[in-house]
């Protein structure tokens, strides 16, 4: 038996980067294997009950889904070179904040950025879908099958809120995002410092397979970002490749420090991401109130449902309609947890942060029942009011 790890991804996968770099990161002996391998449908597939990558089988054949359940995996069994979650109060939060922004806050730019600029990215992006998902096929035969795929995918990007009228918006704001992504690691190596965190780990992955990746954007952030370009290199080297920051050891900022370029970035958590947070949790609320629900029951009824309806927000004077996805409550209860955890005088140092950068109510607002996840999958948990 091979005692590597075996991470089954590909690169055009958004999800997939987030695990990918912390396994590179951690030093971590594993193979990238295609879902294509007929491993996947044989054993993996079955087990999950739906087809869903990243998916991590350990050299004993425990198969682990989820990019924040398989950097757990080696987390709760000390595996971690470099730990995923700073132990000091202000950084635990930011991180999970970034975390949570980084897989789901970027989600629409990501898609726009892949889905509507098809006279750059369309042949690369349906050579790379053909090649990653039907390499046994000959290379003339993908592009039909890819084309099929391509169209499921951006109808996918409308139930993120990627509407034509919003796309004027979308693009202004990840330019400001962009130029504050590149202020802070114009000064940082990684979100808190000299190492990654979870936060990294959680941004990696918006910021890779598309908007890094991708023809336009990855152009787009070659021109405007470079710095931030350099993040997206810096996150796929095993060695912590901070040559530009002379001196910086791989430790975290010291005393909790907080720089004011990650303020920024908190700041336009609570502007662009905070509004959605909030009508989810409204939207989740209300659901659960006419449900019939028990706890233990997987979300949405069976393994593949992702969602459980849609919510409106107002966002840059527009109003969004998007998915309500009760994973996304999974990572913000991970904040909240982290919160819940702290002591009294820990809680105040980050209460005066959040206050600071528009973030209380990331606490604050919270679903009426858990969302847990058991098997692989998403199920409710027990009432919390
Ligand atoms: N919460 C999961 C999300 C994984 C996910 O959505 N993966 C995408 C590829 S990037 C997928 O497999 N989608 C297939 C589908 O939804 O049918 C994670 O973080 O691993």
């Keep these: ?85 700073p132990k000091s109060p202000r950084h635990l939060i930011s991180s999970l904040i970034m975390e949570m922004f980084g897989g789901e806050g970027l989600l629409r730019p990501a898609m726009h950025y892949r889905w509507n600029f ?30 099929h795929a391509a169209g499921r995918m951006r109808g996918a990007a409308t139930a993120f809120g990627v509407t034509p009228e919003l796309a004027p918006h979308i693009e202004a704001a990840y330019l400001e995002t962009m130029a504050e992504l590149d202020a802070h ?15 990294d780990y959680g941004l990696f992955a918006s910021l890779f397979a598309h908007l890094g990746r991708d023809p336009h954007p990855l152009r787009l952030m070659q021109q405007k970002a470079p710095m931030l370009f350099r993040w997206t290199e810096r996150m796929r080297n095993p060695s912590s490749d901070m040559v530009e920051f002379i001196g910086r050891d791989e430790s975290l900022l010291p005393k909790d420090d907080i ?40 979300i949405g009824g069976k393994a593949t449902t992702r969602q459980i309806g ?3 927000f107002v966002w840059r004077d527009q109003k969004v309609t998007a998915m309500v996805m009760p994973y996304r409550v999974f990572l913000l209860q991970r904040i909240q947890g982290a919160y819940d955890a702290l002591t009294e005088s820990e809680r105040e140092s980050v209460d005066a942060l959040l206050g600071e950068t528009g973030l209380a109510s990331i606490i604050s607002t919270r679903s009426t029942r858990r969302v847990d996840r058991k098997n692989n999958r998403e199920i409710w948990g027990p009432l919390t009011s």
């Design 1 to 85: 038996m091979s005692d590597l790890f075996k991470l089954y991804t590909w690169s055009v996968s958004l999800y997939s980067g987030k695990a990918r770099a912390y396994l590179i990161k951690q030093g971590i002996r594993f193979d990238d294997i295609s879902p294509a391998d007929p491993s996947f449908k044989n054993t993996i597939e079955p087990a999950l009950g739906r087809w869903i990558i990243p998916v991590m089988a350990t050299p004993d054949g425990e198969i682990v889904q989820d990019g924040t359940d398989i950097i757990d995996w080696f987390e709760s069994r000390d595996m971690a070179k470099t730990p995923a979650y």
């Design 259 to 298: 720089p004011d370029t990650l303020k920024t970035l908190l700041r336009r958590v609570a502007s662009d991401y905070l509004p959605e947070i909030e009508a989810m949790i409204a939207f989740q609320n209300d659901y659960l109130k006419t449900a019939e629900i028990s706890e233990g029951d997987i």
């Design 185 to 199: 690691f114009s000064e940082q190596p990684y979100l808190l410092g000299g190492a990654p965190t979870i936060g």
């Design 310 to 312: 849609f919510c409106n």
């Design 118 to 147: 098809d006279e750059d990215n369309l042949d690369f992006i349906l050579q790379q879908f053909g090649l990653f998902a039907m390499p046994h096929l000959p290379p003339e035969e993908r592009r039909d099958m890819a084309l």
